[in-house]
């Protein structure tokens, strides 16, 4: 079974960077598309940004359009935030689908990671 490790949170400024990981173990990303996820306190987790398998297709929430890029390469995803705002603020996850319909569907992912804390703030 597939196992994410999220990596690269932090707390930065409104307006800085940070590049988020998903590397993945226990079997091969080729044939997934993978999905970034965020959950706020006493927020349901959303997607955020889904990248198909072969890179070909991705998708950005409107709340992230033009500030967030998802990438990939062999077996780690990332998800490069720029211009972070406050309300960008969550644990951020990431989750492996081989339907792109239910990329980011959070309640049809099976195997999570402990996720990674973005933290935006003065």
């Known amino acids: 079974q597939l196992q994410f490790v999220e990596s690269g949170g932090g707390l930065v400024q409104p307006g800085g960077s940070l590049r988020l990981s998903c590397a993945a173990s226990?079997?091969?990303?080729?044939?997934?598309?993978i999905g970034w996820f965020r959950q706020a306190p006493g927020k349901e987790r959303e997607g955020v940004s889904c990248i198909s398998s072969s890179a070909g297709n991705t998708y950005l929430a409107n709340s992230v359009k033009g500030r967030f890029t998802i990438s990939r390469a062999k077996n780690t995803v990332f998800l490069q935030m720029n211009s972070l705002k406050p309300e960008d603020t969550a644990v951020y996850y990431c989750a492996a689908s081989r339907l792109w319909s239910i990329c980011l569907d959070a309640k049809q992912q099976r195997s999570w990671g402990r996720g990674t804390q973005v933290t935006v703030s003065l």
């Open positions: 226990g079997g091969t990303l080729d044939y997934y598309a």
